[in-house]
């Protein structure tokens, strides 16, 4: 079975789960007061929100191949409510991204590449997959 089988919410959740198995994949305290982006109101509510956006990143890297932080930022961010003004689109939080990538470094499940980003480990690979299956 393959990952594009799978719905994105229920590959997410599943790969969720398995990375709150993984000791270096940690929330930092900061995460529960930090919005996620520019365009956003208020800091996200979910208490495993980290996990999952780490699950997100990790599947952006497997179904793009190498990706870098600036497209990802570009991935997470939104349309941001300037009141009067029409609204304009904004970037995610680059921190929150990166930080989730050094952690995914540190797991082994992704390495960089020089110019170009980051991609998945074999590891990465197989830990994705076998979720899916």
Do not use: C
């Not at 930092?28 to 996620?36: A, G, T």
């Not at 941001?80 to 930080?99: A, H, T």
């Amino acid at each position: 079975m393959s990952i594009y089988n799978l719905g994105h919410r229920e590959l997410n959740n599943k790969l969720a789960d398995a990375l709150k198995k993984i000791p270096e994949i940690t929330a930092p305290e900061w995460s529960f007061f930090v919005k996620s982006s520019v365009a956003r109101e208020r800091p996200p509510f979910e208490e495993d929100f980290w996990h999952k956006r780490a699950a997100s990143i990790l599947r952006q890297l497997y179904i793009q191949r190498d990706i870098g932080v600036n497209k990802l930022k570009a991935r997470y961010g939104g349309r941001k409510n300037r009141g009067q003004r029409p609204s304009k689109y904004k970037k995610g939080s680059g921190k929150i991204i990166r930080l989730i990538l050094q952690q995914a470094e540190k797991a082994g499940l992704v390495e960089k590449v020089e110019k170009r980003g980051r991609k998945l480990t074999e590891k990465g690979k197989s830990l994705i997959e076998g979720v899916a299956n």
